[in-house]
T-cell receptor, first 109, second 115 residues
Framework: EDKVVQSPLSLVVHEGDTVTLNCSYE??????LLWYKQEKKAPTFLFML????IEKKSGRLSSILDKKELSSILNITATQTGDSAIYLC?????????FGKGTSLLVTP | KAGVTQTPRYLIKTRGQQVTLSCSPI?????VSWYQQTPGQGLQFLFE???????NKGNFPGRFSGRQFSNSRSEMNVSTLELGDSALYLC??????????????FGSGTRLTVV
């Protein structure tokens, strides 16, 4: 059975800290891995990764996929209170996104 | 350009009733997917439509159904509501012919409460 496991489930850090969120997967048909940020309702798209070892960056956020280890990490440097959210990892195996349970990040001032 | 629009934003229904939720994708997007989000199960895939055809369906009972119109707008219907159907229902659109080649844009969801 396909599954996505995210760790940690929750995290509290101080502003300015760097955080690393983890996502591991077991899938039978991998097409892409996606990261989303969910603050209130609509998950907002962060990254889509298809190739192993290629880092994607957007400002203070970056992500990389390791197909050999079946995992991905999301890094956030110099965290701000606005980064507080649930971060969702999902893989796409065909016609659907299969989500992990998410990592809840709280950045305190 | 307008995002994914879901209506209504909130709904309160009684057990046994049925409900219809609506989703208007980003203009030009032909793929619409529906997801159910609950605290216990997280985000779970319901079904996906592309050019008015259901391409895939998740592991939900037949009480959950959907359709897509020629303008790509989609509706999902839940009949004989149960308390466990209380959830945030999210719609996502994509402009990919081949699912998984592009990211999905989510709407803000419909919060359904069954009492």
């Amino acid at each position: 059975e396909d599954k996505v496991v995210q760790s940690p489930l929750s995290l509290v850090v101080h502003e300015g800290d760097t955080v690393t969120l983890n996502c591991s997967y077991e899938v039978t048909n991998f097409r892409s891995l996606l990261w989303y940020k969910q603050e209130k309702k609509a998950p907002t798209f962060l990254f889509m990764l298809t190739s192993s070892g290629i880092e994607k960056k957007s400002g203070r956020l970056s992500s990389i996929l390791d197909k050999k280890e079946l995992s991905s990490i999301l890094n956030i440097t110099a965290t701000q209170t606005g980064d507080s959210a649930i971060y969702l990892c999902a893989f796409h195996s065909g016609y659907a996104l299969n989500f992990g349970k998410g990592t809840s990040l709280l950045v305190t001032p | 350009k307008a995002g994914v629009t879901q209506t209504p934003r909130y709904l309160i229904k009684t057990r046994g009733q049925q409900v219809t939720l609506s989703c208007s994708p980003i203009s030009g997007h032909r793929s619409v997917s529906w997801y159910q989000q609950t605290p216990g199960q997280g985000l779970q895939f319901l079904f996906e439509y592309f050019s008015e055809t259901q391409r895939n369906k998740g592991n939900f009972p037949g009480r959950f159904s959907g359709r897509q119109f020629s303008n790509s707008r989609s509706e999902m219907n839940v009949s004989t509501l149960e308390l466990g159907d209380s959830a945030l229902y999210l719609c996502a659109s994509s402009n990919a012919d081949r699912a998984g080649d592009y990211g999905y844009t989510f709407g803000s969801g419909t919060r359904l409460t069954v009492v």
